[in-house]
Each structure stands twice: as structure tokens, then as C-alpha cells.
């Protein structure tokens, strides 16, 4: 096999493409794919800064990657989700990957800072872990960008991811979801713009991207994964594309370019309904913010979480940093992870 461009011996195979590359070509094709993401959906503007949702696997450590390459001004945030050894190893692997690059890599825990983690806030609330997690992490990914000042969020949701979610949405012709499932959302009172910058590549291209460019991640699946919704829809989408390889970005990259615009009237309505919480005064349609009732949930019965938890509340209130923070809502079984 030779590469497509250089006729060198090739090391991978992108069928999708019907086309193989060399180490060089391919990150090349890989740097390719990211820069016409962000071109054709008008991500980034020069001078940008970028937060990047980093989870220490492959996906979101390759965005992270592939946007310094590309010369763009971003940091990274951690999350510590509390998923026992899962994310002990996962953050190591973030927080190697940052020093050995000299980069900012900002982290937020929710047991020490908001009293709860993923899997006590699953069993308080009797909800999948993925839907608490995902909560936690719009929430506070949207908070950091904004408090520390950041133009964007980037995460490494990947082609496969998204269209797992788009076969989900439409399943049950989730209107609204589908109005908002876009590699970009723009910026609005209380939210920070939310980009996808992997969107044209499958997870196969960016475990590869790790492997040619030596970035260790983790490798092992979160344990909270199994038996997922999203899963079973990857999995039938990998079925379809043995097939028919193609078919994923087809359906992902029509739906963009031809579909989209029908439903975004469905999200913006939605967003009009928006109202600031009393508790922490991010935009939601609720009385209180998805998040703010996740956190009393799961922190009842711990009086020294409830303490903290009202601690930072009042802080927040005070400080006036509060009324800019914000909670969006999600697609049902959206790939929540950071990649
Ligand atoms: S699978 Fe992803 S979204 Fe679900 S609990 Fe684990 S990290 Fe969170
Ligand atoms: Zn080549
Ligand atoms: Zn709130």
C-alpha cells in the first residue's frame, strides 16, 4: 500500500476516503480535515482564545493537539468526574500531556469543589451516570470559559460520536436537539460558543493521530459506558459502514449542509424562553438550573457538601460572577464524554 500523496509506504488506511497515507501525509490530512471544519463553520476568528474539554483520551487530546499545530491560543480543562480509577488514570494522561507541552491545563474536581461526584450523583438522582456527567460537564466547562474569559469551547467530538447522536435524535425526531446539533453554536447571553473541530474525522483517525504524534491517553472506556443508548447506535453505524464505507459522513456532513436549517427555528424558540437561575444564575427554562438541582440532589445527606455547596453559592452571588454562568441543555444520549 502507498500513500496517496507522497507514494510512500503507507501506515494507515482511511476507507472512507478509498485513499492510504504515511506518517507525514496523514497528520497532514488530519490538520487538513480540522482546518476545513473550522473554515466551513466559521469556529475560530484569529486572536481566539480556546478552552479545550480535555478527559485524557484520544479525542480530546488530539484536538487539543491539532489546534496548537494549527496555531491557535488553547488551554485545557480538566474535569475530575470521581469514576475511581478511571479518573485517577485519565488525569494523569491530561496532565502529562500539558506539562510535557508547557501548557495551561485548568482543573475543576466536583468532589472538592462541588461536593458530589459522578457515580453518587447517579445513584441520589436514580439517573444513567452519563446524563449527570454530561450535566456537570456543560455546565461547568460553560463556566470556566466564561469566568476565565475564553471566546470558545472546543471538545473532541468526533464524526462517529456525532452521528450516533444525529441517528438518536432523529429516531425520535427530537426537533429541537436536532436544531442544535451543529459544529457550532454560536455565543448568547449566559453561554459561551461551543465548537467541534474533529466533526470530518472518524475515532479510528484520531487514535491514529495520537499514535503517529506519541500522545499517550487513555484507552480503556469509562466504566459508566456500558450498555449506553449512544453505544448500541455506534455500533449499528459501524455495521452500516463495513457496508458501505462513507455512509457516517454522508449522513453527519448531509445533514449539515442540507438538513440543519429546517430545525434551527425549534432550538432558537427554546432559547427564548430562558430565564436566569436564582441560584446561580445561569439561563434555564426550570425554576432552578439543571445543574444547581443535580448538586442539592446529590449532595443531600452530606452536610459537609451542602455547607460547600452553599459556600460557593454565596460566593458566587458576591462576586457577581454567577449571573454569566449557564447550563445548556442536551441531546438525549449525546456523547457528554470530552472525547
Ligand atoms: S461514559 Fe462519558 S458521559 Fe458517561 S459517565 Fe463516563 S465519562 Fe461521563
Ligand atoms: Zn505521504
Ligand atoms: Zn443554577
Redo the contacts with the bound molecule.
Sequence with gaps: MKCRRCRAPAVVDVRRHNAAFCRECFLRHVREQVRRAIDDHDMLQPGDRVLVAI?GGKDSLAAWDVLRELGYDADGLYLG?G?GS?SDESSRYAHEYASRHGLTLHSVDLARDYGYD?PGAAVATRR???G???LS?RHLFNEVALERGYDAVATGHNLDDEAAVLLGNVLRWETAYLGRQHPVLPAAEGFVRKIKPLVRLGERETAAYCVLSRIDYIVE?????AG?RHLGYKELLNELEDRSPGSKAAFLLGYFERAHSRFAGDAASERAHLRPCPECGAPTTGDICAFCSLRARATVGDEAAVELVARRTARGRSSGRSARRATAPAPPGA????G
Design positions: 478527559s468526574l469514576i478511571y459522578v444513567a451516570p452519563c449527570a456527567c454530561g460537564k472506556e469509562c466504566p459508566m459506558a449506553n456523547p457528554t464524554g470530552a
